[in-house]
């Protein structure tokens, strides 16, 4: 757009010249996205992401703190009120009963777990979570079969189960550890305390500035679609404009990318978070391959069955890249809206979007009736293990149930995981 020339005056240029952007981006929290990005903050809002951490109020503890008492290795912990207060008594770092107060609330579906307060700034999680199901409503311990005592590393007061280092990281944005090797204490900081807009996206204050002075010159400034993100001020690309280039081939029955998967999509993104893994450093590197930053944990046993099936508690990223569509050039993106975190169909639908359904939804390739357990597609491709007690996750490897290979290696598959009364034979 051509500028009146009159209005090309001296001081229109200086207030435009340093709202550039100077200096690498900072971080300015999701609140400051909203009235910009209205569909966007409403389909975030109440996702897991926004409620992966939280400060305990009544609004957002799930479990009553009524009295309940539970019970493990023969110590008993109770749950209850002090006026606003959400306060537990257990055995404390010496082993003998006491109460602490519930800080915050840590995760929501199917189950919430509760901070507490530890001196040097640690925050610690309590072994008992609460079940969030509808109709399962209970507090259960989270290794219901050891007896753990206060020496031991996985005590609730130990190493394992501290906040600051061993789950900050995946929960919050713009996490900062704040360790002091010599005072051996924490002052850990976060701009928002769950799992936000900039947690994706990336620092945001030049594309805040960017955003202003375009509506405050909106002549100066060129429309989005002649823009680069880069141009907008943001410091990562995650918007795969190629996200949805794809075209059924009629010879295999499955779709294939008519363009090939953008460079920096959603996948790096995602696995920060998202996959079992250790980090090299202290920061994620925005729109960086996620390995400049990150180790992860190649899918092998121990953590992984000998076919590379999930075991441990891997999360989705390792799982994924051994599959054919993380080759063909899916991303996470194709399957889940990445507001509202819900899939993008519903069922078989989804799947149908690039398999065609004459050739798989049918009983010539899944063998049972459309509509029974075993026509779904994830009974077989994505089958489930249930982790923390009570949270079921499908398989992202996609693999194909085969019988005869866990004859060899003993190794689970989806149709007699199902069909329990049956051999592999
Ligand atoms: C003052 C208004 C404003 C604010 C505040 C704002 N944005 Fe934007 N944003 C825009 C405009 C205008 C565009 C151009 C594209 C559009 O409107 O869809 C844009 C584009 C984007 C895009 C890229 C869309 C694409 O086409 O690739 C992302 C991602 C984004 N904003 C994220 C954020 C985040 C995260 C924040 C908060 C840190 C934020 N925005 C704050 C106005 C704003
Ligand atoms: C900063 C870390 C982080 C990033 C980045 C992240 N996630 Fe998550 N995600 C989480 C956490 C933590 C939870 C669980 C929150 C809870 O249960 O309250 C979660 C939950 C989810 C869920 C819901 C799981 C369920 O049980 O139903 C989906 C789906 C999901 N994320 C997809 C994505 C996708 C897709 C991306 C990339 C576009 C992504 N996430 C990026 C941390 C992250
Ligand atoms: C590598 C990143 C990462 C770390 C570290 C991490 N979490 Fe999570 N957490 C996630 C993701 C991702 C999910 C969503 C998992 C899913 O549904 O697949 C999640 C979900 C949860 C949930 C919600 C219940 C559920 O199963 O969806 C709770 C509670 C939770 N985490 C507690 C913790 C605690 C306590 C720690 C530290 C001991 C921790 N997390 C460390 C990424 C992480
Ligand atoms: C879990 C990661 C994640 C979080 C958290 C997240 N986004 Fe996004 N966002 C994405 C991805 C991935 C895309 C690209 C979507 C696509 O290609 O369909 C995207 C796209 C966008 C776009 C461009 C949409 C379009 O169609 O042009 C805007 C604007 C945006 N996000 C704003 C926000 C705002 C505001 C928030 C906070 C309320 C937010 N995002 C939180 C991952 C995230
Ligand atoms: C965005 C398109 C897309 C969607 C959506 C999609 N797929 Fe795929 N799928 C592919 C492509 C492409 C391949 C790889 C084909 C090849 O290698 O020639 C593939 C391959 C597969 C394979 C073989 C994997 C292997 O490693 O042997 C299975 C199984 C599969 N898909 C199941 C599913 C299921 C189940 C769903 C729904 C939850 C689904 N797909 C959704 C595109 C998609
Ligand atoms: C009852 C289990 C079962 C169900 C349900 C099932 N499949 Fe399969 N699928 C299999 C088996 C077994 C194979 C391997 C077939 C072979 O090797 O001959 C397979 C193979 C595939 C492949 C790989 C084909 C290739 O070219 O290598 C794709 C893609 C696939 N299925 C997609 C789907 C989709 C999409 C659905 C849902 C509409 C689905 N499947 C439902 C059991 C199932
Ligand atoms: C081909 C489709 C597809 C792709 C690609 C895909 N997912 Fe999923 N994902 C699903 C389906 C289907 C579910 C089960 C949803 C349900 O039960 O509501 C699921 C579930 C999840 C969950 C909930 C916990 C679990 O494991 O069941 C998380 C978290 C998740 N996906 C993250 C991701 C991330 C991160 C990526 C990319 C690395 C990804 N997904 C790629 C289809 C997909
Ligand atoms: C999600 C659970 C589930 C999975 C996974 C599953 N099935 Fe089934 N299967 C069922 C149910 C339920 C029936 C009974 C359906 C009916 O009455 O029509 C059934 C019926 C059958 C039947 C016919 C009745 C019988 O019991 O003889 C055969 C054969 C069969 N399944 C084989 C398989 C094979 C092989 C696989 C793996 C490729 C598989 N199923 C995967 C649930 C499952």
Redesign the pocket.
């Known amino acids: 757009m051509r500028l009146p020339a009159l209005l090309l005056s001296a001081g229109v240029l200086a207030v435009i010249g340093c709202a550039g952007p100077d200096g690498p981006a900072t971080y300015v929290g999701g609140s400051a996205c909203v009235s910009c990005h209205e569909p966007e903050t409403a389909a975030w809002t109440g996702s897991d992401h926004d409620l992966a951490m939280d400060q305990a109020t009544d609004s957002t503890v799930l479990a009553p703190f009524g009295g309940e008492a539970a019970e493990h290795a023969g110590l008993r912990t109770t749950f209850f009120r002090d006026g606003a207060r959400f306060m537990v008594r257990t055995d404390g770092p010496d082993g003998s009963p006491q109460d602490f107060e519930v800080r915050y609330v840590f995760g929501v579906r199917p189950l919430q777990q509760y901070l507490v307060p530890l001196p040097n700034g640690r925050l610690q999680a309590l072994p008992f979570a609460w079940d969030t199901r509808p109709g399962e409503h209970a507090w259960f311990h989270l290794y219901p079969d050891d007896s753990v005592t206060t020496r031991d590393p996985l005590h609730w007061t130990g190493a394992f189960q501290n906040w600051n280092h061993m789950c900050a990281d995946c929960h919050s944005t713009n996490l900062v550890k704040g360790y002091d090797a010599d005072a051996k204490a924490f002052s850990t900081t976060w701009s928002d305390i769950d799992v936000s807009c900039e947690a994706c996206h990336g620092p945001g204050s030049g594309h805040v500035a960017w955003a202003r002075k375009r509506s405050r010159f909106p002549l100066l400034v060129p429309e989005p679609d002649t823009l680069t993100e880069k141009a907008m001020g943001l410091v990562v690309s995650i918007h795969d404009r190629a996200i949805w280039a794809w075209e059924m081939d009629s010879t295999t029955g499955i779709a294939r990318r008519t363009r090939p998967r953008g460079a920096t999509q959603?996948?790096p993104t995602?696995?920060r978070c998202?996959s079992r893994r250790a980090s090299l450093r202290p920061e994620y590197a925005f729109g960086r391959p996620f390995e400049d930053t990150h180790v992860v944990e190649p899918p092998v046993p121990p953590l992984y069955h000998a076919d590379g099936q999930v075991l441990e508690e891997d999360?989705?990223?390792a799982s994924?890249l051994q599959s054919r569509?993380y080759r063909a050039g899916?991303?996470?993106g194709?399957?889940?809206d990445p507001h509202g975190l819900r899939?993008r169909a519903d069922g078989n639908l989804?799947?149908r979007t690039c398999h065609d359904a004459a050739r798989f939804d049918t009983t010539s390739h899944h063998g049972h009736r459309p509509g029974t357990p075993g026509s779904l597609c994830?009974d077989c491709h994505?089958p489930?293990t249930t982790y923390m007690g009570v949270d079921?996750?499908?398989d992202?490897s996609?693999s194909t149930p085969r019988p005869a290979l866990s004859q060899v290696t003993g190794v689970p598959n989806a149709c007699t995981g199902c069909h329990a009364e049956r051999t592999d034979e």
């Open positions: 959603d996948l995602c696995a998202h999360y989705v990223y994924f569509m899916v991303t996470c194709n399957c889940h899939a989804l799947c994830v994505m489930e079921a996750r499908r992202h996609f």
